[in-house]
């Protein structure tokens, strides 16, 4: 059986997690005596917490301390793509992928060795919901375009107008919402859809 595609995949970031047999103490030591900002702290009372120095931040959690208690924290672009990779290639998860209430959609793998990795990706549904009242607008677009849109809101797993709503929100910010692999996408998508202008083309649209 050939082996499966490796997908394209970003890292933004590794964290990796420490346990300590006194989260209090391990805090006080890190910040105060190391230099440390705190981050935050999880759950009542705190078993885990975030410290950080200059934009690298370390994990803390209450747990006997042993080098096989910890884990190494990967946040990737698309965590599903690489679970999907994972389990096709006989990887031991030892925790399934799902949305977990801390923000972050991730799963937990055993290397060889035993060590536990974790790989995830940040959801935004996280928080307190917000009110709204949608309003019908009338929108023409261009074929290719309306094309290119709706497979890029099903690649994304949202609706078309819940897409257009993220690019009018990250354009007002004056940013992109697309990372990396999503930009790859996207340019497969131009060509499957034969999108042969740039983006001032608009301005030159004629309709027929």
Not at 6 to 21: A, D, G, N, Q, R
Not at 42 to 66: C, M, N, R, S, Y
Not at 93 to 121: M, P
Request: aromatic residues 12%.
């Amino acid at each position: 059986m050939a082996s499966p595609t490796v997908p394209f995949i970003e890292c933004e970031k590794m964290h990796v997690t420490l346990p300590v047999s006194d989260l209090a103490a391990a805090i006080e030591f890190y910040v105060t005596k190391l230099g440390f900002r705190l981050g935050f702290t999880w759950g009542e009372p705190a078993f885990f917490a975030g410290v950080a120095l200059g934009e690298v931040e370390i994990f803390l959690k209450q747990d006997t301390p042993g080098p096989n208690a910890g884990a190494v924290v990967f946040m990737v672009n698309d965590a599903d793509a690489l679970y999907e990779f994972h389990r096709a290639n006989g990887v031991e998860v030892v925790e399934e992928i799902a949305d977990r209430e801390y923000g972050i959609r991730d799963y937990a793998v055993k290397d060889l060795y035993g060590y536990r990795l974790v790989f995830g990706h940040y959801i935004y549904n996280a928080g307190p919901k917000i009110r709204i009242e949608r309003v019908d607008v009338p929108v023409r677009l261009e074929k290719r375009l309306a094309g290119l849109l709706q497979d890029l809101a099903e690649h994304k797993r949202m609706s078309v107008g819940s897409c257009l709503e993220e690019i009018l929100l990250h354009t007002n910010d004056g940013v992109g919402p697309h990372t990396a692999s999503q930009l790859k996408y996207i340019e497969e998508l131009k060509k499957k859809h034969g999108i042969d202008y740039d983006s001032h083309a608009s301005y030159r649209f004629v309709e027929e």
